[in-house]
């Protein structure tokens, strides 16, 4: 085998600094490790809450929801057996991060949705002609939209109303405008 020493190995005029080599190489493995470790480990990291409310669930440290014990979930009232989907009459901690994961996302996607619905209810409200869509509040839950503020005819307060009920989305409109003056 054959060997080299640094004089050999350095072609250049400068001398060769063994310490930013060593601590580049470091540096490049670190990062590297880290970002396998993070990836591998990024769903345990977003299921570790629920993990511990199952775990809180289990009584009797068994491993396994009854029925009894996932009672004390409000996401599970009524809905066991949906969530044991090997229906085996209990759930083990797969089955019951699978469903919790799943309720949590629709209640984002509704959220998400109502936002929106807000969103465009008040652009509506904003490019409509004679309203004063900056004096007007806009809330939605479920696709149900709220209005409030204040308007300055009760013909803006009803044209309001349509306006938000013609909105893709909404389901109903309760009309608290106030008119004012």
Do not use: C
Not at 47 to 67: G, T
Not at 77 to 85: E, K, P
Request: glycine share 6%; proline share 1%; hydrophobic share 40%.
């Amino acid at each position: 085998m054959q060997t080299f020493n640094a004089t050999q190995l350095n072609t250049s005029k400068k001398p060769f600094n063994y310490r930013m080599v060593g601590a580049a190489a470091l540096l490049a493995f670190s990062f590297s490790s880290l970002q396998a470790h993070a990836v591998g480990t990024e769903d345990d990291m977003n299921q570790a809450p629920l993990i511990s409310e199952f775990n809180k669930l289990d009584s009797d440290q068994n491993e396994k929801l009854s029925r009894q014990e996932s009672a004390k979930d409000k996401d599970l009232l009524g809905q066991f057996d949906q969530a044991d989907s090997n229906k085996d009459g209990v759930l083990i901690a797969e089955e019951y991060t699978t469903y919790k994961s799943a309720v949590q996302q629709k209640r984002v996607e509704l959220y998400l949705d109502d936002s929106t619905v807000t969103a465009k209810v008040k652009t509506e409200l904003l490019r409509a002609n004679g309203m004063q869509g900056l004096n007007i509040s806009v809330e939605t839950f479920k696709g149900q939209v709220i209005l409030s503020g204040f308007v300055k005819s009760g013909d803006q307060a009803k044209r309001a109303g349509e306006i938000a009920a013609s909105v893709a989305g909404v389901t109903s409109v309760k009309n608290a405008l106030v008119v004012k003056g």
